[in-house]
């Protein structure tokens, strides 16, 4: 068996040695509109591609910087090709941890220029969680914690087909991009 996956654009990636010429955008947008947040346990399809859009928008409301509204709509592009694993089971997996960790810093590379900073990966985190903790409260109605940091977008939570969230990652990818 080889050591690489055949991605959307049929580019044969090595998802442990990432190479930045062949991270494509498209290889990000279309397999993120197709994964299923929370592992499929909601009542109703939610895409990680439709959390990443999400995450950009709630960035956008924030007033953040373009660089930086980037950087949340790319913040799970890892997952385009390692797949979404939940947040208990991916804590005790140290080297899933680092494998996600090189990937996500060469996608990061790749389209912003450089790694977020200290400073921005809180922001990114905090825009996460945020948005994380709205979509348990709307889908399973479990408050994930004690103090939610506030939503300033409007959360969408309608399912959508695939294309149109594919379509609209795009959309917000050619905006922002630095």
């Not at 009542?43 to 509204?69: D, K, M, P, W």
């Not at 939940?86 to 005790?92: G, H, L, Y």
């Not at 996500?104 to 921005?120: M, R, T």
Request: glycine share 4%.
């Amino acid at each position: 068996m080889a050591d690489y996956i055949t991605t959307y654009s049929k580019i044969h990636f090595t998802p442990l040695e990432p190479k930045p010429e062949q991270i494509l955008i498209a290889d990000i947008a279309h397999p993120l509109s197709l994964l299923t947040r929370a592992n499929g346990h909601f009542e109703q399809f939610y895409s990680v591609g439709q959390h990443s859009i999400q995450c950009a928008n709630e960035a956008a409301a924030r007033g953040y910087t373009r660089r930086l509204i980037l950087a949340c709509l790319l913040h799970d592009a890892s997952e385009a090709y390692l797949s979404d694993i939940t947040r208990p089971v991916k804590k005790n997996l140290p080297g899933y941890r680092e494998a996600e960790r090189v990937l996500q810093n060469a996608i990061y590379k790749k389209f912003l220029g450089s790694v977020p900073d200290e400073e921005e990966a809180k922001q990114i985190r905090h825009v996460d969680d945020t948005c994380l903790y709205f979509e348990f409260l709307h889908f399973a109605g479990e408050k994930l914690f004690e103090q939610p940091g506030e939503m300033r977008s409007e959360a969408d939570f309608a399912l959508h087909p695939f294309a149109e969230t594919e379509a609209e990652f795009l959309r917000l990818f050619h905006r922002y991009c630095v």
